[in-house]
């Protein structure tokens, strides 16, 4: 007769949570750079392609990217159309706006 064993079980599921917390999202993998400073940007995602100002706020555009951005594991975000694709997934660019104390203040998709 099999004994059930908890560790196992503990462990396993602990393996699977693990690997799913590893795929990171286009839209989650944006979605942590609120607040972050422009430094931390440039370290990851390199120079800008373009910037843009608007009033105090700084625009920096990334267009150098296909398929996923850096960071992700390229994995599909949810749809969130009528196509059942998401916007995340078809973008041509990122815009990021910097505000006044050099940090991440939102993101916008180009498409």
């Not at 944006?30 to 105090?56: F, H, M, T, V, Y």
């Not at 078809?90 to 505000?99: D, S």
Request: proline fraction near 4%.
């Amino acid at each position: 007769m099999c004994k059930f064993n908890p560790a196992i079980l503990i462990t396993t599921i602990f393996l699977i949570i693990c690997l799913l917390e590893s795929c990171v999202s286009n839209r989650k993998a944006l979605s942590q750079w609120i607040g972050a400073n422009q430094n931390e940007l440039i370290e990851k995602w390199g120079e800008p392609d373009r910037i843009e100002k608007d009033g105090i706020m700084s625009i920096w555009i990334y267009d150098r990217f296909t398929d996923k951005f850096p960071g992700t594991t390229g994995t599909r975000s949810m749809a969130s159309g009528e196509s059942g694709e998401s916007d995340y997934d078809n973008a041509t660019a990122v815009r990021f706006i910097i505000g006044p104390g050099r940090n991440i203040v939102k993101y916008e998709l180009e498409n």
